[in-house]
């Protein structure tokens, strides 16, 4: 059974950082596709950044140069850097993961079958 535990989430001043980190297991080959989405209160759930297998990497504009998604050497845990934080990144921020997946939907929330329980990043002006 793929599992997803999201951790590192927050509250921060704009201007700063936090990392976020999701612990990946149930994959035996550690070979999968992973998101980071985030959903705001009344919000729909936004794609924020992702990774396929052969490590392509995808970034909704309003984060690109500001976010960094990245994998460890274990392929066990996938982090997302987050940099010169702003209040509208105030969200509830979740990781997805899927076996097989197209470059092209990396950022689409219906591109993925396993979902962890989302960590709170709350940026105060």
């Known amino acids: 059974q793929v599992q997803l535990v999201e951790s590192g989430g927050g509250s921060v001043q704009a201007g700063g950082s936090l990392r976020l980190s999701c612990a990946v297991t149930?994959?035996?080959?550690?070979?999968?596709?992973l998101g980071w989405f985030r959903q705001g209160p009344e919000k729909e759930r936004e794609g924020v950044a992702g990774?396929?297998?052969?490590?392509?990497?995808s970034y909704a504009d309003s984060v690109k140069g500001r976010f960094t998604l990245s994998k460890d050497s274990a392929k066990t845990t996938v982090y997302l850097q987050m940099n010169n934080l702003k209040p509208e990144d105030s969200a509830r921020y979740y990781c997805?993961?899927?076996?097989?997946?197209?470059?092209?939907?990396?950022?689409?929330?219906?591109?993925?079958?396993?979902w962890g329980q989302g960590t709170q990043v709350t940026v105060s002006t």
């Open positions: 990774i396929s297998r052969d490590g392509t990497l």
């Open positions: 997805a993961a899927i076996r097989i997946c197209a470059v092209s939907r990396l950022l689409r929330a219906d591109g993925y079958s396993f």
């Open positions: 149930g994959y035996p080959d550690r070979d999968y596709c």
